[in-house]
């Protein structure tokens, strides 16, 4: 299946909200970084919930033909990355979120909401 990378994004944010995930940003990378186009930053309110989200993106992604290239975090779950390439999500705790701040070190980024 083909797919943009911001409709990525947009699918994953939405699996995220089905979740109950919560803060649920787009940071659009594209003119500011050559790491990936954008990245979806999220919260869960513990560990077992951040860890329902990432397996509720992983999954519904996959059922449209979406792998992701590599995950990590699972184990801790206080921040799981999915790397889809041109995406890379972000799943975290509150506390997580807070102390890596991604959303302060890419500043200069565009956001867009998802609810």
């Not at 943009?4 to 970084?33: V, Y």
């Not at 807070?98 to 867009?112: N, R, S």
């Amino acid at each position: 299946m083909s797919i943009t990378s911001l409709a990525l994004a947009r699918a994953a944010g939405k699996l995220a909200s089905s979740k109950k995930a919560f803060d649920i940003k787009i940071l659009n990378l594209k003119e500011i970084s050559s790491v990936c186009d954008y990245f979806i930053i999220c919260t869960g309110s513990v560990d077992v919930h951040v860890k329902a989200i990432a397996n509720a993106i992983e999954r519904g992604l996959r059922d449209d033909g979406i792998r992701s290239s590599h995950r990590e975090g699972m184990e801790g779950a206080s921040w799981v990355l999915l790397d889809y390439f041109d995406v890379i999500v972000h799943v975290f705790t509150e506390d997580a979120r807070q102390f890596y701040a991604l959303e302060k070190l890419w500043g200069d980024a565009p956001v867009e909401d998802i609810e």
